[in-house]
């Protein structure tokens, strides 16, 4: 890919500070663009309202311009970008390709996150009900960068998934496909938690005729009880006066080849080292790294 091309991103969602997780995602999305001279774009995924943290916004902002993550352009917020949303859920509507479904969280319980599709065929309106996208029964499948080949059965292992929520809040899977298009997004970096929804990315974008992305997830970090880190159990925010020991400690989670000495470095020079000596083939084929392990 050529460095014109190349249109990468990162999107928090603002529901707690950056932890050292997420800086270990932004770090892989920003080099693996600026290492071709690529645009690194920021996108704030703040359409869950109820799960914001105050202040978690312009915080999230603040650590990545302390550790020299700077992006290209106006940052988007997609609480700003509903009628687009609206609009994609009401044609699919109207196609047949999304429906109306009114199961309770209690009626799903036994079926494990699999949607058996009880009100397919059902014709609910649309007002206090969830819309979901009706899927086939086909494999979809993808080759990720780091991780080979990912597929997955819509179907069996998913089913019929939900665009737009019973309270009226646009998904996260309709959210991201629009807006990685909307964007001209070419290369997706992001933790390998997301690596099983992207079946779901290419269904949708297959749909509404997008190009498909290239994808590259990197292993997630996790705690000594091997829950990943992340803003639900209260993981540390970064401290600023760290930003250049813990981006030697992300390089190292990344597989990337690191100098010790460059612990005093400033972050703008660490990051412009580690940019001219980017390797994506280095970066573990593991869907996850215990923190412990990096120290």
Known sequence: MNNAS?????????????????????????????????????????????????????????????????????????????????EVVARLFQMGLAYACTCSRKQLEPYHGIYPGLCRNLCHAQEDAAIRLRVPELNYHFVDRVQGRFEQHLGRDVGDFVIRRRDGLYAYQLAVVLDDAWQGVTDIVRGA?????????????????????????????????????????????????????????????????TDPAMAQARPAELLAHAARHWSAEAIPKRLSVPEADLC
């Open 193 to 257: 938690d997301l690596l099983d929804n992207t079946p779901r990315q290419l269904y949708l974008q297959e749909l509404l005729g997008f190009s498909q992305p290239r994808y590259l997830h990197v292993p997630l970090i996790t705690q000594p009880d091997g829950h990943k880190l992340g803003k639900s159990y209260r993981s540390a925010p970064l401290p600023p006066e760290q930003a250049s020991p813990l981006i030697l400690r992300a390089l190292r989670a990344l597989g990337q080849q």
């Open 6 to 86: 190349y249109v990468g991103r990162f999107a928090p969602t603002p529901s707690g500070f950056l932890h050292f997780g997420s800086l270990v995602a932004a770090l892989a999305s920003w080099l693996d663009a600026r290492a071709v001279g690529g645009r690194w774009l920021l996108r704030m995924e703040d359409i869950d309202p109820p799960r914001e943290a105050p202040g978690a916004q312009a915080a999230i902002l603040k650590t990545l311009e302390s550790y020299g993550l700077l992006w290209d352009g106006e940052v988007v917020y997609q609480s700003l970008r509903h009628d687009a949303y609206a």
